[in-house]
């Protein structure tokens, strides 16, 4: 079983950088792939980034080049560092995961994904 825990949401102002956590539990962190999605308010969740098991990551087109997913393998935790943040990134941030064997489908859609945390919100002010 694998739990998920989001962490270091909070207000900033619009141009600010953050960085949020996602803290797994459960065995063979390295063989999952995860992404992180957000969700403004009266708007559905929307993909924002992702990273595989091979260390490789991808962004949605607005996000690109402010913000970057990593992780820290000992410390089984995934990273979403956010710069030059904008009111429109305002949303709760939700990490997801799928082992790499069960992956199927696109790793943009939720539906590809077995486990997902609770959420971070996170609010940018104009």
């Known amino acids: 079983q694998v739990e998920l825990v989001e962490s270091g949401g909070e207000l900033v102002h619009s141009g600010g950088s953050l960085r949020i956590s996602c803290a797994f539990t459960?065995?063979?962190?390295?063989?999952?792939?995860m992404a992180w999605f957000r969700q403004a308010p009266g708007l559905a969740r929307e993909y924002v980034g992702h990273?595989?098991?091979?260390?490789?990551?991808g962004y949605e087109d607005t996000v690109k080049g402010r913000f970057t997913i990593s992780r820290d393998i000992p410390k089984n935790t995934y990273y979403l560092q956010m710069n030059s943040l904008e009111p429109d990134d305002t949303g709760v941030y939700y990490c997801?995961?799928?082992?790499?064997?069960?992956?199927?489908?696109?790793?943009?859609?939720?539906?590809?994904?077995?486990?997902w945390g609770h959420g971070t919100q996170v609010t940018v002010s104009s």
């Open positions: 997801a995961v799928v082992h790499h064997q069960r992956f199927r489908g696109s790793i943009k859609q939720e539906g590809s994904y077995y486990y």
């Open positions: 459960g065995p063979s962190f390295s063989l999952y792939h």
């Open positions: 990273l595989n098991a091979g260390g490789g990551t």
